[in-house]
């Protein structure tokens, strides 16, 4: 499978997960609660893409870490008195997607302007230039509840809004377009 593909399953997880092929290998997440079944959910994510068609060989590579996603602009914190923060340390995570390096280039980008600028009032000065990122997160929060909403989505993707058609990885050329015949 060529492309970045998200995954919906509520039986896994209230976010998502993910493959990403890379080189020879397939990148494989999920965005788990924490000592809630984790190494479980992840073995029935391999086992449902398993039904699907997937292939998995000798895993590589592992690794966990915790995601703190934003519900909401008000949980971004830029700092206090005497302290400013930036990327992850900050909040800037994107509530839809769950990712941070964009945003923490531009709240960087965003300190670093405000620091040529002098160090007087830079904690409010920074605050008030990641206005744009603050919005940017509002809007994502919103997105995410649609993403995240079974029957949203499933709308959405009935609907074919931004679609692609998606084969099973063990059909044949033949049987795919045989599926698509009317």
Request: proline share 5%; with cysteine; charged share 25%.
């Amino acid at each position: 499978m060529p492309y970045f593909s998200s995954i919906f399953d509520p039986e896994i997880t209230d976010y998502y997960c993910w493959t990403i092929p890379k080189d020879d290998h397939l990148i494989l997440g999920a965005a788990l609660k924490p000592k809630d079944q984790t190494t479980e959910r992840f073995a029935m994510l391999k086992e449902k893409l398993r039904d699907w068609g997937f292939r998995f060989g000798k895993t590589t590579w592992r690794e966990g870490t915790f995601l703190l996603r934003p519900e909401s602009a008000r949980q971004v914190s830029t700092g206090a008195p005497g302290v400013v923060l930036l990327g992850e340390a900050a909040g800037w995570i994107s509530p839809s997607s769950a990712e941070g390096l964009s945003y923490a280039f531009r709240s960087a980008q965003n300190l670093a302007e405000v620091l040529h600028a002098g160090l007087q009032n830079v904690e409010r000065r920074y605050h008030r230039a990641t206005l744009p990122l603050r919005r940017n997160i509002l809007l994502k929060g919103l997105k995410s509840r649609v993403v995240f909403n079974a029957s949203l989505r499933r709308l959405v993707m009935t609907l074919g809004v931004r679609s692609m058609d998606v084969y099973r990885p063990q059909e044949s050329a033949h049987l795919a377009a045989a599926r698509q015949e009317p």
